[in-house]
């Protein structure tokens, strides 16, 4: 774990449409950006990753710079996220796995029980060293554009871990979590400290706002979320707010019944799926003390929404922004990431429309 001071190469981005929303404040337009908007939806992309296995490109910067670039040009977005994955920290650390396309992430060796745990090997900022190359060259091409560094949080990357990849019902990683927690709580530790490592590179190299993806936390219950993971996500915030102040998103899917709970882990912005409108989303984020400010909000446009006609595109989007007024800040989002087949044309209507539509509110 590197100690080093934060070296404060951020950009001054104060009114950024991204940062100001962030914050609670009042943006010049609602910001928007896309989950898994460099990636498969893009011509471009598929073109400029042809012969390149996905980790080998995560940890080649100018492909990482050029990937990242490309919605950014394409769509015109508030915010880049750096192309990277959420394994990749476990992958650089010397886990192995690998990332089989139309599968997912694939672990050689599932993690069964204490001595796999302590087999792990935590991450060396040295091992992510080509991340943050590509965050320099980023911040230097993005101009007024944020940057988004990301990570997955210790739930989601420790299902990836002990099921061996993708899995529905998570029954080895429910199974290790109520058997035998003395081994759940060490493996989430040392997945907290990788996480916050790989976060401490990207936000020392320059990102304007970091991600913590917990995609998989809607599989538990919210006892089982409070006991075996809420602790691990909140080191997580906790250590990102000592290292740097710039804003902190939360999202998960299926977490509808968990809002509150992840808000208590700190973040900054709370990421809502489709299912929960926003308005809602508020009200249970929102329990909060009295006068406390109202919770920032992300989402939630359900991506399959997109290949629905732009009739339907268009009133569901005049719809969630309409919600997201009620939150003390709104940044457009869709619930999930973009799905591969998307027409691209559709999302760049999408940016314009939420620009058209909320200027100088
Ligand atoms: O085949 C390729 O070209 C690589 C596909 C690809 C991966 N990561 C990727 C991309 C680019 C893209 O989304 O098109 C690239 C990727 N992975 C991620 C992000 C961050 C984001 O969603 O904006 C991004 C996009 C970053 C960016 O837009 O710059 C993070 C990620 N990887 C993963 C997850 C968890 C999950 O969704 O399972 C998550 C959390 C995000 C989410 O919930 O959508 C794990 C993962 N990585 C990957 C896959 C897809 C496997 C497949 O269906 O081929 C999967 C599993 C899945 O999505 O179901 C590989």
Known sequence: ??????????????????????????????????????????????????????????????????????????????????????VLPLYAAGVGLDIVAGTGPVVSNPISGPSDVEALPSLDAEQVAPVAEAVGLLVKELGSTPLIGFAGAPFTLAS????????????RTKALMHSDP????????????????????????????????????????????????????????????????????????????????????????????????LDTAVARLGAAEPGAAKPVVQGNLDPAVLFAGWDAVEREVHRILEEGRE????????????????DPEILTRVVELVHTATAQR
């Open 1 to 86: 774990m590197t100690n080093s001071a934060p070296v404060s190469t951020r950009r001054d981005l104060a009114d950024a449409p991204l940062l100001v929303a962030a914050r609670g404040g009042k943006p010049r337009h609602t910001p928007v950006w896309f989950m898994r908007q460099a990636g498969r939806s893009l011509p471009e992309y598929r073109q400029v990753r042809e012969g390149t296995p996905m980790l080998q490109a995560c940890l080649t910067p100018e492909l990482v710079s050029e990937i990242t670039m490309q919605p950014v040009r394409r769509h015109g977005v508030d915010a880049a996220i750096l192309f990277s994955d959420i």
């Open 182 to 277: 003395k081994t759940w709580h060490a493996l989430l530790e040392k997945l907290a400290d990788t996480t916050l490592e790989f976060l401490r590179v990207q936000l020392n190299a320059g990102v304007d706002a970091i991600q913590l993806f917990d995609s998989w936390a809607g599989a538990l219950s919210l006892r089982d979320y409070r006991e075996f993971v809420l602790p691990h996500s909140r080191r997580i915030f906790e250590g990102v707010a000592e290292i740097s102040d710039v804003p902190r998103i939360h999202f998960g899917v299926g977490t509808g019944e968990l809002l509150g709970a992840m808000r208590n882990a700190g973040p900054d912005v709370v990421g809502v799926d489709w299912r929960v409108p």
């Open 327 to 342: 939150a003390g800040g709104h940044i457009f989002n869709l619930g999930h990431g973009v799905l591969p087949t998307t």
């Open 160 to 171: 990836y871990l002990v099921e061996g990849g993708p899995s529905r019902n998570h029954e």
